[in-house]
């Protein structure tokens, strides 16, 4: 733990950024910057990166006066924290006007200290599946030419290579060519949900663009269950991920879903058959379970159906489906997650923490995966209509208030093997 708060750091706007000790570094929550305590700074984790964030004015504390005041020698530095890490408190800043909106990436607080970067963040995930030092690329590439040989005529094979891969680096499929832990598979074209802050698509007015672009074919049963079926019967702790970055909504490929998960179960028992998904459709929910599906990941910003709604603009579908979604999957024993999208000051106010609590027992949820919201929060806000975020708790607070009432749920990052969903959660994954 650090015995003062570190100070703020600042970029000479050419990408090299440098402290100012004569301010200490803040954090952001919802609209308003604040002290952070310093128990809550950690070293900024391997894999981790730093922003600097045009047109924005870091805001300090001053270390004589104890005054907050802007750093006006540079724009401020925002941290990118690596997966498995849930940051506790946003950049704190000034937007000037005509600054430009940010990318789709999040901006955690970040500071300065003893030669070192610091976050305010917890490791809140112990699998080490994505951590940075795991890659090889040498074992990548090798990965990649035996599986586009093995598989010529594999669409899909072909778009997991060359853009998930090779292009975008996704995590998920660099595990899988590396032959371990989850596979992404990718399969719709379409979604019926507009999110403000899709990754994979972005509409032509808004001035940001989507990290990756959405998959413009639909996989073939056959396609998916050529490459799945030897990943789930190889793999350490297999999962196959049905919904992945580079995709619209799964739930709207169903039936070709559904073919799949019967095909690879003829084959072999072993492993999780899983849905990341936006759970706009339960009844397309009970079919995939019908057919064998162990485990869903409900993506949410909000437990709050009008925070929801203004985020997702979902077409046809309502708040109410993606929770009718989760109980139909415990319903068949199955698991299930929320992809939590972590905003400080929203994630953590009163009225969020309370309808937390309800989600958790009315569906009987099994985990929250705590993660960094990839947004520009002044963007966010003020899409959703948000001018005022009220008492918060704190996002380390309010993980200990949901542990407290609720041990059975269970805390992370990722998508759960099925040796932690059936067996001891505390799995030593580096074995
Ligand atoms: S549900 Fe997913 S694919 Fe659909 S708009 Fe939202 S982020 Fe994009």
Wanted: net charge negative.
């Amino acid at each position: 733990m650090l015995k003062q708060s570190p100070f703020i750091l600042y970029s000479d706007g050419k990408g090299n950024i440098f402290e100012d000790i004569s301010l200490y570094a803040t954090g952001r929550s919802g609209w308003d910057a604040l002290p952070v305590p310093e128990e809550d700074w950690i070293e900024l984790p391997e894999g981790g990166s730093l922003y600097e964030l045009p047109g924005r004015r870091g805001i300090g504390i001053d270390v004589l006066t104890g005054e907050m005041r802007l750093c006006t020698k540079g724009w401020a530095v925002a941290a990118f924290i690596p997966p498995a890490h849930t940051g506790l408190y946003l950049a704190a800043y000034e937007t000037e006007k005509g600054a430009p909106t940010l990318p789709l990436f999040c901006y955690t607080a970040a500071a300065w200290q003893d030669s070192k970067f610091f976050v305010p963040a917890v490791r809140i995930e112990q699998d080490i599946r994505q951590d940075c030092e795991g890659y090889d690329w040498d074992t990548i590439n090798k990965g990649v030419s035996t599986i586009l040989e093995a598989y010529p005529q594999n669409r899909l094979i072909r778009h997991l290579a060359e853009n998930c891969c090779l292009t975008y680096h996704c995590p998920a499929a660099r595990n899988y060519f590396m032959g371990r832990w989850e596979c992404p598979v990718p399969s719709s074209p379409a979604c019926n949900a507009n999110c403000l802050g899709c990754i994979s698509f972005q509409p032509q007015e808004e001035s940001i663009t989507s990290p990756q672009d959405r998959l413009n074919f639909k996989p073939l049963p056959e396609e998916i269950v050529e490459f799945t079926v030897p990943h789930l019967q190889t793999a350490p702790f297999p999962i196959v991920s049905f919904g992945q970055g580079c995709e619209g909504e799964p739930l709207l490929m169903w039936e070709t879903i559904r073919e799949s998960i019967l095909e690879m179960r003829k084959h072999t028992d072993r492993g999780s058959i899983n849905i990341n998904t936006n759970g706009s459709k339960p009844n397309a929910v009970r079919a995939l379970c019908e057919a064998g599906l162990d485990s869903i990941r409900v993506s949410t910003n909000s437990a709050r159906k009008s925070v929801y709604e203004a985020y997702y603009r979902p077409n046809n579908y309502t708040f109410e489906d993606i929770v009718e979604s989760l109980k139909v999957m415990r319903s068949y024993g199955g698991w299930t997650s929320i992809n939590y999208f972590v905003f400080p000051g929203m994630t953590d106010s009163v009225e969020e923490y309370e309808a937390l609590r309800e989600l958790i027992r009315e569906t009987g949820l099994n985990m929250i995966q705590w993660r960094n919201f990839n947004i520009d929060p002044d963007w966010y806000l003020g899409k959703i209509g948000v001018v005022e975020t009220g008492e918060f708790l704190g996002i380390k607070q309010l993980m200990e208030l949901i542990h407290e009432e609720f041990p059975e749920v269970k805390f992370g990052y990722f998508n759960p093997p099925m040796e932690r969903i059936k067996g001891r959660f505390e799995v030593d994954f580096a074995h």
